[in-house]
């Protein structure tokens, strides 16, 4: 018994310890993140970098470094280390998120488009740029498994959640134009838009390589790759700093019950749902649920990516208000 009742304590010791690490890592980790998006913001403050060369970091990040990225980490994920029902109880959260938002946004303004902004902000993450460095860092030692599932979230985010939102803005945005607009014409140009982006491109590319290369890409394609995928973290965290330039000032004083609501429904409402949802399915079973509920939980305290209010600006739909509560 006391042999039983030491190895027992030793296993509390050790996930104690491994706890205790993880969160060691947590002010490092938001130090060297928040370093880079303030070092963004005080170039643009300062005028070192005009609007035009900062578009030009957004697309260096959007288009070489993003696919690269993404293409580069999908292609070696072991997908046998998923945990699926994590994958699938997330989206499951959103998805109620998604059908709330929308549901009140259309009974009190009877505005699609409005209704597609607003559940697009309350249920998608800044993934990529945010939390993958800001998790890694606090996960990637001891629960690899933990950062997989960010990838897969961030796919699923523009093939379910982008697109939906996208197709109620554009069928929106085409009903203001012409009254007999065919829902079949605008649900074929949002897919196509959709499925040329290139977080979903490079994830199908790279789900293939996955497959030929068995997870282990040849040194001549992972080393470019490898590269590449190195200045996405700084060039999207440098950006978000950077398109924060004008914003703050605009936010004050404008403290009203849309942006507050919207808020309050992305960073508190969704991880409630996602960490009640969690607990309720037993992801990860009995000894790794606690863990798996707060991953879950500190994942839905990322806030909403700044292109929802790049999509909300390309549609007229709500800028200004979107634009405000992303920086609030």
């Not at 002010?27 to 998006?37: E, G, H, K, T």
């Not at 490079?202 to 190195?230: C, M, V």
């Not at 700093?241 to 960073?267: E, Q």
């Not at 949802?277 to 079973?285: A, E, K, P, T």
Request: charged share 15%.
């Amino acid at each position: 018994m006391e042999m039983l009742q030491y190895t027992g304590n030793n296993s509390d010791i050790g996930n104690n310890s491994s706890d205790s690490e993880t969160f060691d890592n947590l002010y490092p980790a938001l130090i060297r993140v928040f370093a880079v998006i303030i070092l963004g913001y005080l170039t643009g403050r300062l005028g070192v970098i005009s609007v035009t060369e900062a578009k030009g970091i957004s697309k260096f990040a959007m288009y070489p470094t993003l696919p690269a990225f993404i293409f580069r980490e999908i292609a070696t994920i072991d997908f046998s280390k998923v945990e699926w029902m994590f994958v699938f109880v997330v989206n499951l959260s959103k998805c109620v998120v998604f059908a709330g938002v929308t549901t009140v946004t259309l009974l009190f303004t009877r505005d699609i488009g409005k209704a597609g902004v607003y559940s697009l902000f309350c249920s998608t993450s800044n993934d990529l740029a945010l939390a993958v460095p800001v998790l890694s860092a606090l996960y990637e030692k001891n629960h690899k498994d933990f950062i997989y599932c960010i990838y897969l979230l961030a796919l699923l985010n523009v093939v379910l959640f982008l697109a939906v939102s996208l197709l109620m803005m554009e069928f929106s945005h085409q009903r203001s134009r012409d009254a007999t607009a065919s829902f079949g014409g605008t649900l074929f140009r949002t897919l196509k838009s959709v499925l040329l982006t290139p977080v979903v491109l490079a994830s199908i590319f790279g789900i293939a390589a996955n497959k030929i290369f068995s997870q282990d890409l040849p040194r001549g394609l992972d080393e470019p790759l490898e590269t590449l995928s190195n200045a996405f973290g700084a060039a999207a965290l440098f950006y978000l700093g950077l398109s924060v330039v004008g914003k703050i000032r605009t936010k004050v004083g404008m403290i009203i019950l849309v942006p507050i609501s919207l808020g309050v429904t992305k960073v508190l409402i969704l991880p409630l749902v996602i960490r009640g949802f969690c607990s309720l399915f037993h992801v990860g079973g009995e000894q790794k649920e606690e863990d798996w509920s707060m991953f879950g939980f500190l994942y839905g305290t990322v806030p909403p990516a700044p292109t929802t209010v790049i999509y909300a600006a390309a549609f007229g739909m709500e800028e200004d208000l979107v634009n405000r509560t992303v920086y609030m």
